[in-house]
T-cell receptor, first 111, second 112 residues
Framework: QKEVEQNSGPLSVPEGAIASLNCTYSDRGSQSFFWYRQYSGKSPELIMFIYSNGDKEDGRFTAQLNKASQYVSLLIRDSQPSDSATYLCAVNGGGSYIPTFGRGTSLIVHP | NAGVTQTPKFQVLKTGQSMTLQCAQDMNHNSMYWYRQDPGMGLRLIYYSASEGTTDKGEVPNGYNVSRLNKREFSLRLESAAPSQTSVYFC???????????FGEGSWLTVV
């Protein structure tokens, strides 16, 4: 069974700092990697996806993928209080298009 | 744009009652999903449907049934609700590749 592991947190960072969120996965055949953000009481929304090793940048967000080490991370630069949310890592591939979700990391950005 | 719409948003049931959660998507997606989310447990897949006319069990199917009524609609039924089914339920859809999953707003279900 595929496993996707995340530290539940909370991860607390000051406003303006870089927040680093990490995720490891068990299935070496995994091909697609996603980061979802979920505000309290709301549904998850996709913020980044990455397929290839290396970095992918989108505004203040950078996703990093290392398939050899089976981890994917999300960096949030210039963190804002509005970034406070739970971040879910999701992984699919390896024979299934259905993503497996991690349990999420709670991020708190304090002023 | 409506996206994924699910109803009801809130429901309180008594143990043993039945109910159906409704879900519809207007993005012409082939795949649809039902998840439940509990504190500390993340999103767990209950059932999914790869295409109209097909359904398959996910990680936690016991106590639930589903119907893929047509390409747009995918309903989740609790035949005899139990307190362990108190949860937040999310319907979702994606294209055939599953690359991006779009979620509904969620349904908060309490079984007393």
């Amino acid at each position: 069974q595929k496993e996707v592991e995340q530290n539940s947190g909370p991860l607390s960072v000051p406003e303006g700092a870089i927040a680093s969120l990490n995720c490891t996965y068990s299935d070496r055949g995994s091909q697609s990697f996603f980061w979802y953000r979920q505000y309290s009481g709301k549904s998850p929304e996709l913020i980044m996806f990455i397929y290839s090793n290396g970095d992918k940048e989108d505004g203040r967000f950078t996703a990093q993928l290392n398939k050899a080490s089976q981890y994917v991370s999300l960096l949030i630069r210039d963190s804002q209080p509005s970034d406070s949310a739970t971040y879910l890592c999701a992984v699919n591939g390896g024979g299934s298009y259905i993503p497996t979700f991690g349990r999420g990391t709670s991020l708190i950005v304090h002023p | 744009n409506a996206g994924v719409t699910q109803t009801p948003k809130f429901q309180v049931l008594k143990t043993g009652q039945s109910m159906t959660l409704q879900c519809a998507q207007d993005m012409n997606h082939n795949s649809m999903y039902w998840y439940r989310q509990d504190p500390g447990m993340g999103l767990r897949l209950i059932y999914y449907s790869a295409s109209e006319g097909t359904t398959d069990k996910g990680e936690v199917p016991n106590g639930y049934n589903v119907s893929r009524l047509n390409k747009r609609e995918f309903s989740l039924r609790l035949e005899s609700a139990a307190p362990s089914q108190t949860s937040v339920y999310f319907c979702a859809s994606s294209d055939v590749s599953g690359n991006t999953i779009y979620f509904g707003e969620g349904s908060w279900l309490t079984v007393v």
